[in-house]
């Protein structure tokens, strides 16, 4: 691995996570992804389905000022809050590795597009805030990190409990 500049780096970390994250949800039939632990009512289907909205907001809706796209803007999210966590269950295991994997790569052309301008980490993102701010790509990326980190520890427990399935890094 080589050192590279901030993107690289950014980059990597997130791309690290992903692998991650995939390799914990990866190949598993719809009783595994439902799979709870304890009293949470997390499973690896709900990641798969939250962490496609987080990439759809984050990517498509900050960096690039547009729709998250289906299945996202027909929710009603005030008065289902947790809609992509609940609907998960109702979601094939197909579906959900599509949705997630399609999210992802959408968001990859995104973040190379944008990188592509020659503004690098410190180009602001096109959706505006009330207050008038805009997050940067550096602050988008870092944000998405932290998102995966934090899901990627739930994925760690969620699948030991389905097969024993324990590690930290796939096979890249």
């Known amino acids: 691995m080589s050192g590279g500049d901030e993107s690289d780096t950014l980059l990597g970390s997130l791309e690290r996570q992903r692998a991650t994250f995939a390799w914990k949800c990866g190949g598993l039939d719809a009783a595994g992804l439902q799979a709870r632990v304890g009293a949470s009512t997390m499973t690896l289907g709900g990641l798969l ?8 907001d984050y990517f ?13 803007v027909g929710v009603d999210w005030d008065a289902d809050p947790d ?7 109702d979601d094939s295991p197909e579906e959900l590795y599509t ?9 990859r052309v995104l973040v190379t597009e944008a990188l592509a301008t020659g503004a690098g980490v410190d ?4 959706r505006v805030f009330p207050d008038g701010r805009s ?33 930290e890094d796939p096979p890249l």
């Not at 998405?144 to 934090?150: G, V």
């Not at 899901?151 to 399935?165: I, K, N």
């Open 60 to 72: 498509s809706g900050r960096l690039g000022g547009g729709s998250p796209g289906e299945p996202w």
């Open 99 to 107: 949705l997630w994997q399609t999210t992802v790569s959408r968001s």
């Open 135 to 167: 997050p940067s790509l550096r602050r988008i990326l870092i944000d998405l990190i932290e998102e995966y980190a934090r899901h990627v520890g739930h994925a760690d427990l969620l699948r030991e409990s389905v097969d024993g399935l324990v590690g």
């Open 49 to 56: 389905k939250h962490l496609s909205l987080v990439e759809a």
């Open 123 to 126: 180009q602001l993102g096109r």
């Open 83 to 89: 809609w992509e966590w609940r609907t998960a269950a």
